[in-house]
């Protein structure tokens, strides 16, 4: 039902989508793993599904409103995609510039990070790590082991927005997973 897609439908998807930017901002190209996945937005929301990564691609899949919803972001081409499956169709964002780097800390003013140690979550060392940046502040849980933020929260005026990684199997993700099916049509948002 391709009528019944409508303009606050899409700012509820491209939130999620710049959630799952945002906190995914810290990656490293030889992750591999799937996981199922907590997110909480600025207004106590919180959505569950699962998260695959291979090296610089991420793809989340999480029912929004009634509807399967699943993001891919690209950094490799620095492209999002967001697919609205039931109704077949997706649409196609620039990465962010900020979103859009893997290495945030290493390009970060050093003067905008704090390393506050180490913990451990759902059974990985973590780095935790605290950045900085104008009216936002973005903590990540980095695992050693994977090279990945694996849990993230982002301070903003709008709230406090979080995503952890739980269940998480490494290893074995398609390539098939990132991209865009067959099928679906591309579409636009008036505005956007």
């Known amino acids: 039902m391709k009528g019944r897609f409508c303009v606050k439908t899409a700012g509820r998807i491209l939130f999620t989508a ?12 030889a992750a591999e793993f799937s996981a199922d996945m907590v997110m909480k937005g600025p207004n106590g929301q919180a ?11 991420i793809r989340q899949e999480i029912q929004q409103d009634g509807e399967r919803v699943i ?9 999002s995609w967001v697919l609205m499956v039931d ?4 649409m196609e964002m620039k990465m962010q510039k900020s979103a859009e780097d893997p290495s945030l800390v290493e390009k970060t003013d050093p ?11 759902n059974g990985f060392v973590c780095e935790k790590i605290q950045v900085t ?5 973005i903590t990540q849980w980095i695992s050693e082991e994977l090279g990945w933020p694996i849990k993230g929260e982002a301070k903003t ?4 927005s979080s995503h952890e990684y739980k269940n998480i ?20 948002v008036p505005g956007m």
């Open 111 to 121: 003067a905008k990070i704090r390393r506050l140690g180490k913990e451990t979550v």
């Open 87 to 90: 109704e077949k169709v997706y």
């Open 18 to 29: 710049a959630l799952a930017i945002v906190l995914s901002a810290v990656a490293a190209s």
């Open 47 to 57: 959505m569950s599904g699962k998260v695959f990564v291979k090296g610089q691609k």
């Open 157 to 160: 005026p709008e709230g406090v």
């Open 169 to 188: 199997r490494k290893g074995n993700v398609p390539d098939d997973l990132f991209e865009v099916p067959k099928g679906f049509q591309k579409m636009t």
């Open 133 to 137: 940046e104008k009216d936002a502040v």
């Open 71 to 79: 993001t891919i972001l690209r950094m490799d081409k620095k492209l």
